[in-house]
């Protein structure tokens, strides 16, 4: 079972849909949070780091509940631009602050 | 903003060779990672320097080696390659004296191909 799990989807979505993501990570000593968005053959890029009382920036909303280890992404008025993978990352700073990457969640957004 | 810089960006190499690819983090970040994705794959974790020491280590192959210089940028190092080692191979960067200590930056990635 892997450490980061994520629904691998494909979501796909008419532009302008509400769409939610859910990962789940196993290990309780995991402290930092993080949602990257990645596009085919390119690097990852950071969306937004993942707080306990939950975090907004613009469309984007990221929900964190560390009872039960579950972790949420909420993309509203989706966009053709928001076609990506999105990836659940956890990091535990005792281990030098290593990533730990989910599978990803691939969405297209469609006209 | 300045970015994390990889070179080079595609290497084609062939099995038994060795390569080495190169890291430039962002200006006044003190820490690098390593990671290599493969075909399909999420990005695994292959060794961090912070200061130049070695932070970390993940699974990284005894064939690969890696440092930190003094002007902070990295080098990986390569050898006895293998068909498996087709991949890319990310770097990232943080500081430790930054508000957001945790948050990584990836560069654009290196493409390894081995033949």
């Known amino acids: 079972r892997k450490e980061v799990e994520q629904d691998p989807g494909p979501f796909n979505v008419p532009e302008g849909a509400t769409v939610a993501f859910n990962c789940t990570y196993s290990?309780?000593?995991?402290?930092?949070f993080f949602w990257y968005r990645q596009d085919c053959r390119k690097e990852p890029k950071l969306l937004m780091s993942v707080y306990s009382s939950g975090n907004e920036d613009g469309r984007f909303t990221a929900q964190l509940n560390r009872a039960s280890q579950y972790i949420s992404l909420l993309i509203r008025d989706s966009k053709l631009s928001d076609s990506a993978t999105y990836l659940c990352v956890v990091n535990h700073r005792g281990g030098g602050n290593k990533l730990t990457f989910g599978t990803g969640t691939q969405l297209k957004v469609e006209l | 903003a300045a970015g994390v810089i990889q070179s080079p960006r595609h290497l084609i190499k062939e099995k038994r060779e060795t390569a080495t690819l190169k890291c430039y983090p962002i200006?006044?970040?003190?820490?690098v990672y390593w990671y290599q994705q493969g075909p399909g794959q999420d990005p695994q974790f292959l060794i961090s320097f912070y200061e130049k020491m070695q932070s970390d280590k993940g699974s990284i192959p005894d064939r690969f080696s890696a440092q930190q210089f003094s002007d902070y940028h990295s080098e990986l190092n390569m050898s006895s390659l293998e068909l498996g080692d087709s991949a890319l191979y990310f770097c990232a960067s943080s500081s430790r004296t930054s508000g957001s200590a945790y948050e990584q930056y990836f560069g654009p990635g290196t493409r390894l191909t081995v033949t």
């Open positions: 290990n309780s000593a995991s402290q930092s």
């Open positions: 200006p006044r970040h003190d820490t």
